[in-house]
């Protein structure tokens, strides 16, 4: 910081110097006249540069009092230190509002306020936004993971572990995320018109509620990489969704309601739809267009499957006449929209839900007939006669069967609340737990953790079993 050496032969420091010194300083500025006049010796000069370098008063008199510089120059070199500008803490102009007027709030501002109260109400006033769902990795899973690469045999849950609460409505569907990592991440979808994010394998906490259907929510599936959410709703609209910001990619409107949607198993960016139509679209998310249309003279389509290789689909339907159940299961190509078979059940009951056996060439189907029906993966799709799973009760509600990680166990809901598992192999029952006083509509095994499943009922009430 620089500082200012002031002189008295200036006119505007003489008067400063008149205000602050009286008369004593009219005779100095007198003296200072006269030496102006006379020629300044070098010392002069000397004396200043070493004020102006802050050096020491006393040293500078005796240097200059040894060069011979007359007392009156030694007294005239004043340091005067240097202040900052105050800066005013009061605006340039005060923002005041009379009474009774409401400031002006920008619109983006306006909408971003209602969209986070209305999560706030829809979650009760817990932040959820502020929770990272993808980034926040589980250390159980973590544990797991390292001392056990591959996964474990597939066990039968014994006592609860977690009961979520938060649904409003029927939960349809649960599921894990695929992701090993993330697999703690567990997805609900209800007939409350949302679908819900959860920590399943620790602490139970909803990480984050989407409200992105205005109907129920019928169906929701995990993408391959556990980064979006496709769901289906009776708002005729199938939606796929960012986990981390619940911000919708893709809107589809099918002009009909859906009960199920599927993710082609080798390009996740194509999807089909069934519902309420004799027809299955199947969508583009790349260009949010119907791409394929499946064509049959039915009324309802319940559930969709696709085989191994995603080459040939299975889809279910209520077309179930007093002589005839040949419509009930249809085998499609994919690539042509072709039937390949509609001979494959000729048993006349409907099939509300369909699964593939993750190893061996086959795939079940739930039936109203209150058992599950083995058939095989390979053309000509021919029924396994020999073997059924019998034991549980559909009587017409949505229960979904699924298979474990090894497909070593097949477990099923039940309209009586229970969940039955069963040896795939020989079709033995190995347990029945008695999970809900409501219907339980679907059981979904943990694809990494040993003997943990998560159950779901029509009362909206979520458990997690171990």
């Known amino acids: 910081m620089t500082t200012l050496v002031a002189y008295e032969d200036s006119e505007s420091e003489d008067e400063c110097l008149d205000q602050k010194e009286g008369a004593g300083s009219q005779h100095e500025a007198t003296e200072c ?119 474990a045999a597939a066990g039968i849950p014994k006592k609860l572990l977690l009961s979520l609460q938060g649904h409003h409505g029927p939960v349809n569907t649960v599921q894990w995320c695929p992701v090993p990592q993330r697999s703690h991440l567990l997805l609900s979808a209800s007939m409350d018109k949302t679908f819900k994010v959860w920590d399943g394998a620790e602490s139970g906490r909803c990480l984050k509620v989407y409200t992105c259907h205005s109907g129920a929510v019928r169906d ?39 009960m199920c949607v599927v993710l082609h198993p080798s390009n996740p960016e194509v999807f089909l739809c069934g519902g309420y139509s004799s027809v299955v679209n199947a969508w583009d998310s790349r260009c949010c267009k119907v791409v394929k249309v499946y064509k049959a003279a039915i009324q309802q389509t319940l559930d969709i499957l696709f085989l191994r290789g995603g080459l040939d689909v299975i889809t279910s339907s209520d077309c179930v006449s007093r002589d005839s159940a040949d419509r009930t299961l249809i085998a499609w190509d994919f690539h042509t929209t072709a039937k390949v078979s509609n001979q494959i059940y000729h048993e006349r009951y409907t099939c509300p839900s369909l699964a593939l056996h993750p190893q061996g060439d086959s795939f079940v189907a739930q039936t109203n007939g209150d058992y599950v029906a083995v058939f095989s993966s390979q053309r000509p799709y021919r029924m396994n006669k020999r073997r059924r799973f019998e034991g549980h009760k559909v009587e017409g509600y949505a229960v979904q069967c699924e298979f474990s990680q090894d497909g070593t166990i097949l477990v099923s809901g039940s309209s009586t609340g229970s969940a039955h598992f069963y040896d795939y192999h020989n079709a033995r029952p190995l347990c029945s737990l008695q999970a809900h006083s409501q219907p339980c509509l679907c059981v979904s095994q943990h694809p990494v953790l040993p003997a943990t499943a998560a159950t779901c009922d029509w009362a909206g009430e979520i458990k997690v079993w171990h």
């Not at 230190?81 to 009774?100: E, L, N, Q």
């Not at 007027?101 to 920008?106: A, C, D, F, G, Q």
């Not at 609209?237 to 986990?243: F, L, M, P, Y």
Request: a positive charge; hydrophobic letters at 35%; aromatic letters at 6%.
């Open 33 to 151: 006249h006269l030496l102006a006049s006379t020629p300044k010796p070098d010392s002069t000069m000397l004396e200043c540069h070493l004020n102006v370098f802050g050096k020491d008063s006393s040293s500078s008199q005796k240097q200059s009092s040894s060069l011979g510089t007359p007392a009156i120059l030694q007294k005239k070199a004043i340091l005067l230190p240097y202040i900052a500008p105050r800066v005013s803490d009061k605006p340039k102009r005060p923002c005041t509002v009379p009474p009774g007027v409401r400031p002006y709030i920008p619109k983006r501002q306006r909408l971003v306020t209602s969209s986070i109260e209305k999560e706030d109400n829809l979650t009760g006033g817990v932040h959820y936004r502020d929770f990272q769902i993808l980034s926040a990795a589980s250390q159980k899973m973590k544990l797991h993971l390292a001392h056990m690469p591959a996964p």
């Open 220 to 258: 929701a599936r995990w993408s391959p990489c556990g980064r979006q959410l496709l769901t289906g709703s009776f708002d005729n609209t199938a939606v796929v969704t960012d986990v981390e910001t619940g911000h919708p990619i893709v809107k589809a409107d099918n002009q009909f309601k859906l």
